[in-house]
């Protein structure tokens, strides 16, 4: 099993990464848990594949188990679920001795921890992700929030699970889209920190040979997020690299309301696209574009800039609640594997466009 200890001052947490780790999950949580009282946070789609799995091995350590399940996708990170979700949560008499596992993708993990962050001033949880993007980066950091008609993300804070459970087995089950939209995040590490992760995932003929290596990468990945959350827990320096495509990535999700690309389809194109554009001013070590856009090509995932109305374009940007202000920061490629925070002033997004 690999295990990644996150250093924080006050939420000091590990990270634990196995394959059929789920199966097992009641021994891993007994370890760390003493209580009985456990309250899982799920969708649909989680529940009909892995509810059972997860309950019979809870159960089978006597724990007392509640399962809360909520619509799959985006619309459930919403005020309306989460009101959902604590009347669950206080039907089943949850206290602050007890705990939540958030058990599914970005969604879940988003909410559960909202829920957990904020019913009776916070109750312990831990997060147990099912998707590749979920299992590499938004379930670790402690980042959790919901939405509101305004935007994404808007009601949140920094709450840091007690532990992360991370099962590659369950990606079998996931769409291949989702697997795509994951792996633009996987390659954002290559490109941001490790030169060598990227070499490493140009050498894969095949998903299935890339799955054999899955919990060295997702380890990988994982590692570079610790390093960037342990600097800059609140979001304010070196975890910003972690925004590397991310900038036109929102512009593109948000033009098209979230319908047209997912997270990870936007961001692939946002990494070639500010890369291209920072080559040709001479900030980027030339040609580090075109392997950027090689291995979109290769994972399957697009790099080409859609049609958008360019004044458009910069009001979704102006409108992304990271960057408020006269400046903002975009991430810049210095060459693949070395990144670093570029601060312009907002008009000059458009060099970039
Ligand atoms: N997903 C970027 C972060 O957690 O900071």
Same mark, same amino acid.
């Given at each position: 099993?690999?295990?990644?200890?996150?250093?924080?001052?006050?939420?000091?947490?590990?990270?634990?990464?196995?394959?059929?780790?789920?199966?097992?999950?009641?021994?891993?949580?007994?370890?760390?848990?003493?209580?009985?009282?456990?309250?899982?946070?799920?969708?649909?789609?989680?529940?009909?594949?892995?509810?059972?799995?997860?309950?019979?091995?809870?159960?089978?350590?006597?724990?007392?188990?509640?399962?809360i399940v909520v619509e799959p996708g985006e619309q459930s990170?919403?005020?309306?679920?989460?009101?959902?979700?604590?009347?669950?949560? +206080?039907?089943?008499?949850?206290?602050?001795?007890?705990?939540?596992?958030?058990?599914?993708?970005?969604?879940?993990?988003?909410?559960?921890?909202?829920?957990?962050?904020?019913? +009776?001033?916070?109750?312990? !949880?831990?997060? =147990?992700?099912?998707?590749?993007?979920?299992?590499?980066?938004?379930?670790?950091?402690?980042?959790?929030?919901?939405?509101?008609?305004?935007?994404?993300?808007?009601?949140?804070?920094?709450?840091?699970?007690?532990?992360?459970?991370?099962?590659?087995?369950?990606?079998?089950? +996931?769409?291949?889209?989702?697997?795509?939209?994951?792996?633009?995040?996987?390659?954002?590490?290559?490109?941001?920190?490790?030169?060598?992760?990227?070499?490493?995932?140009?050498?894969?003929?095949?998903?299935?040979?890339?799955?054999?290596?899955?919990?060295?990468?997702?380890?990988?990945?994982?590692?570079?997020?610790?390093?960037?959350?342990?600097?800059?827990?609140?979001?304010?320096?070196?975890?910003?690299?972690?925004? !590397?495509?991310?900038?036109?990535? *929102?512009?593109?999700?948000?033009?098209?309301?979230?319908?047209?690309?997912?997270?990870?389809?936007?961001?692939?194109?946002?990494?070639? *696209?500010?890369?291209?554009?920072?080559?040709?001013?001479?900030?980027?070590?030339?040609?580090?574009?075109?392997?950027?856009?090689? =291995?979109?090509?290769?994972?399957?995932?697009?790099?080409?800039?859609?049609?958008?109305?360019?004044?458009?374009?910069?009001?979704?940007?102006?409108?992304?609640?990271?960057?408020?202000?006269?400046?903002?920061?975009?991430? +810049?490629?210095?060459?693949?594997?070395?990144?670093?925070?570029?601060?312009?002033?907002?008009?000059?997004?458009?060099?970039?466009?």
């Amino acid at each position: 099993m690999y295990e990644i200890d996150i250093h924080l001052l006050e939420n000091p947490y590990s990270i634990f990464i196995k394959k059929g780790l789920l199966n097992h999950i009641g021994d891993e949580i007994k370890k760390i848990y003493s209580n009985e009282k456990i309250a899982i946070i799920t969708d649909k789609n989680v529940e009909n594949l892995y509810g059972k799995n997860i309950i019979d091995s809870l159960k089978e350590k006597d724990f007392d188990v509640k399962l809360i399940v909520v619509e799959p996708g985006e619309q459930s990170k919403s005020i309306d679920t989460l009101k959902k979700v604590y009347e669950e949560l +206080l039907a089943f008499e949850i206290t602050r001795g007890d705990l939540i596992i958030a058990f599914g993708g970005g969604v879940v993990g988003d909410l559960g921890g909202f829920a957990a962050a904020t019913l +009776l001033r916070g109750i312990p !949880f831990i997060q =147990i992700p099912t998707s590749l993007l979920a299992q590499i980066d938004s379930s670790v950091g402690g980042k959790v929030a919901i939405n509101l008609d305004q935007g994404k993300n808007l009601v949140g804070n920094f709450y840091h699970p007690k532990a992360v459970f991370i099962d590659p087995d369950l990606l079998k089950t +996931l769409h291949p889209r989702f697997f795509k939209d994951g792996m633009a995040e996987v390659i954002k590490y290559g490109c941001i920190k490790d030169s060598g992760l990227f070499e490493q995932l140009k050498k894969y003929p095949s998903k299935e040979a890339l799955m054999k290596e899955i919990e060295q990468i997702i380890y990988k990945c994982c590692s570079i997020k610790k390093e960037a959350v342990e600097k800059d827990e609140k979001d304010l320096g070196e975890r910003m690299l972690l925004n !590397f495509g991310h900038t036109l990535g *929102h512009a593109i999700e948000q033009y098209y309301q979230y319908k047209k690309y997912t997270h990870g389809e936007a961001v692939a194109i946002g990494m070639y *696209h500010i890369t291209q554009k920072s080559e040709a001013i001479g900030i980027t070590k030339q040609g580090s574009s075109n392997l950027i856009k090689e =291995i979109l090509i290769q994972y399957g995932l697009s790099y080409s800039f859609p049609e958008m109305n360019k004044s458009e374009n910069i009001e979704a940007i102006g409108l992304d609640k990271k960057n408020k202000g006269t400046h903002m920061n975009i991430v +810049l490629l210095e060459e693949i594997g070395k990144s670093f925070i570029k601060k312009i002033q907002r008009e000059e997004i458009t060099q970039y466009l």
